[in-house]
Each structure stands twice: as structure tokens, then as C-alpha cells.
């Protein structure tokens, strides 16, 4: 089946330490993002890519870092530069690079104690 | 930066009125698209528009692009227990050679039976 894989679904650290969500698509799709969802809140782009080994900081970098290296992959970090990193996290693709819906992930929820 | 607002941020209906959530960028968009979001899921692509005054229907909802590409609305009529969750504007912006995405804040809807 082909679609957007985000692992762990759900993670508990300890404050200070560096976590990486992963995100795996077999979608042969281009783009990829990462979203922030807080309760009550709308979802708030993290980073972005269009293409590999190139991406760009969304509204609310700070704290995070991602890398491209696959096509199909795109994990990332939640440093412990950042401030309050308890959230859902989201990660979607889409086929094309400036056009067309996002499929997302089934998300990944981080809680730090 | 860019920024996407929706209203209400709450709507409470009674099974069979109507519900209709208005969604403001800052800038001009490109294209937009909504999106809902079940409780406990992730948000899934209803429609995009992408022409300045596009209306476009889908059985009960109905989806509007304002002229100046900076609003949208989505309508739906007769809301039935199915339609319960949140619905999300993503405003989609070109920022030189790339396409950001950013979700509007969401409306959270609920039906009475």
C-alpha cells in the first residue's frame, strides 16, 4: 500500500534531550512538510522541501532541524534548543512540488517530561 | 509572514442547521485548499480553488475563493453528525522559487443530534 508512514506514534523524552520523528513516504511524491499541532490550534509549518538535499524553514524553525537526503524520507529533529516541543507532529507530501493536495501521516505525538 | 485566520474557532449547530466558516490570509494566495480533520485523525484534502471568485460544490458543502484571493468560505447545509470535526483553510503562497503551505487556525464543529 503506498502512503506516508510517521514513527514513533508516540514518544515520551526527557527535557533536554534531541528526539527524531521519522517520516517515510512511497509515494514518489516530491514535497514534503512538517507541521506543528497543538490542542486547540491549527496546524503551523515547521520546514518544508521541494527537493532532495534542499528545504526551507516554515514560521516556526526554531528548535528544529530536518534533512533531506532520500526522496522518500524526511525525519525531524526537536532539539532541545526548543522551548515547549510537547505537540503533535504531522508530516505530509504531495506529488508535485508547487501544486496539489497533501496527503498526511497518521502523526506522531511527543511528550516531554 | 504569512498569516492564515479562520472564524469561528467554535460552532456548536444543531443537526440540520446550517454551518459556515470564513477563512483571511494577510497576503494574496496562489490557490487554497480545506481540509477536515476527524477527532483523533489526521486532516484529510476536501477541495482546492484556485481561481479569483471559484465556486465549487460538493453535495452539501459549498466552497467559495473571494475575488481578491485573500478569503475563502466553506459552507455546509443541513449538517449531519458526520460533518463533526475540524475544518482547516491551507493558503498557498508562492516565496520565490518555492510553494509554502500554511493552515489557517481551524474551526472546531460540532454537531447536536
Known amino acids: 500500500d503506498g502512503g506516508i508512514t510517521q514513527s514513533p506514534k508516540y514518544l515520551f523524552r526527557k527535557e533536554g534531550q534531541n528526539v527524531t520523528l521519522s517520516c517515510e513516504q512511497n509515494?514518489?511524491?516530491?514535497?514534503m512538510y512538517w507541521y506543528r499541532q497543538d490542542p486547540g490550534q491549527g496546524l503551523r509549518l515547521i520546514y518544508y522541501?521541494?527537493?532532495?538535499?534542499?528545504?526551507q524553514k516554515g514560521d516556526i524553525a526554531e528548535g528544529y532541524s530536518v534533512s533531506r537526503e532520500k526522496k522518500e524520507s524526511f525525519p525531524l529533529t526537536v532539539t532541545s534548543a526548543q522551548k515547549n516541543p510537547t505537540a503533535f507532529y504531522l508530516c505530509?507530501?504531495?506529488?508535485?512540488?508547487?501544486?496539489?493536495?497533501?496527503?498526511f501521516g497518521e502523526g506522531s505525538r511527543l511528550t516531554v517530561l | 509572514g504569512q498569516q492564515v485566520m479562520q472564524i469561528p474557532q467554535y460552532q456548536h449547530v444543531q443537526e440540520g442547521e446550517d454551518f459556515t466558516t470564513y477563512c483571511n490570509s494577510s497576503?494574496?494566495?496562489?490557490?487554497i485548499q480545506w481540509y477536515k480533520q476527524r477527532p483523533g485523525g489526521h486532516p484529510v484534502f476536501l477541495i482546492q480553488?484556485?481561481?479569483?471568485?471559484e465556486v465549487k460544490k460538493q453535495k452539501r458543502l459549498t466552497f467559495q475563493f473571494g475575488e481578491a484571493k485573500k478569503n475563502s468560505s466553506l459552507h455546509i447545509t443541513a449538517t449531519q453528525t458526520t460533518d463533526v470535526g475540524t475544518y482547516f483553510c491551507?493558503?498557498?503562497?508562492?516565496?520565490?522559487?518555492?510553494?509554502?503551505?500554511?493552515f489557517g487556525t481551524g474551526t472546531k464543529l460540532q454537531v447536536i443530534p
Open positions: 497576503t494574496t494566495l496562489s490557490n
Open positions: 505530509a507530501s504531495r506529488k508535485a512540488r508547487n501544486t496539489g493536495e497533501l496527503f
Open positions: 509515494l514518489n511524491h516530491d514535497a
Open positions: 522541501s521541494q527537493i532532495v538535499n534542499d528545504f
Open positions: 480553488l484556485v481561481k479569483s471568485g
Open positions: 491551507a493558503g498557498h503562497l508562492r516565496d520565490g522559487g518555492y510553494q509554502k503551505v500554511t
